[in-house]
């Protein structure tokens, strides 16, 4: 009789452990998008270089031009950090923005509202954009006068990198609900393998 009544019970428990681990989920998640942080000063391209990394990837022998090439450095993160200063309430005002609307987004399932929300933020952060490329190509022009055309190719390529690295750590966008159907009916089949 008692392990009758056990059997009649698994269900109730395997429905209450369940609801818990639904429910703490839910939970992490919350905790999650509330630790959700947006760095707008990459979304802004602003990229500071250290002068001993890149002497060490562009293999500069020279003292002469390992001079320049810190100099130049220097000056240019010089000028990103005052970007950086004279733009802090821009800053502050995108990326209060990016959460709100990504607020927004989650709590109406509707991907519009962060599509609209990028072109806004890219709006509001182009003529930054545009004074960073200002100071990146003259230190670009610094390097191609000094350096010969291997070096400058290295340099040019880590430039590229770096931009990248900056895209590639853009938040992820919210799931919705829709996207996850998606996303089942893609992997259909996937799960096959060959022997």
């Known amino acids: 009789m008692s392990f009758l009544n056990t059997v009649k019970k698994v269900p109730v428990i395997i429905f209450i452990l369940s609801f818990t681990m639904v429910f703490s989920q839910q939970r992490g998640n919350k905790s999650n998008n509330a630790n959700f942080q947006v760095n707008v000063k990459k979304l802004a391209g602003i990229v500071p270089y250290d002068s001993d990394a890149v002497l060490k990837k562009l293999k500069v022998k020279k003292s002469e031009n390992k001079d320049i090439v810190e100099r130049a450095i220097d000056h ?3 000028k990103i950090n005052e970007l950086k200063i004279f733009n802090t309430d821009t800053f502050n005002s995108v990326k209060h923005y990016i959460n709100q609307k990504r607020q927004e987004a989650q709590l109406s399932n509707d991907i519009n509202i962060l599509k609209e929300a990028k072109i806004k933020v890219d709006e509001t952060l182009q003529p ?27 340099w040019s390529k880590y430039v590229k990198q770096q931009k990248e690295a900056l895209k590639s750590k853009a938040p992820a966008r919210p799931q919705m609900q829709n996207q996850g159907m998606r996303g089942s009916g893609m992997q259909r089949g996937q799960g096959r393998t060959r022997y």
């Not at 190509?137 to 190719?153: G, P, T």
């Open 76 to 78: 240019y993160n010089q």
């Open 128 to 154: 930054l954009r545009d004074k960073v490329n200002l100071e990146q190509n003259k230190l670009n022009k610094v390097f191609e006068s000094h350096l010969n055309a291997k070096q400058f190719k290295t």
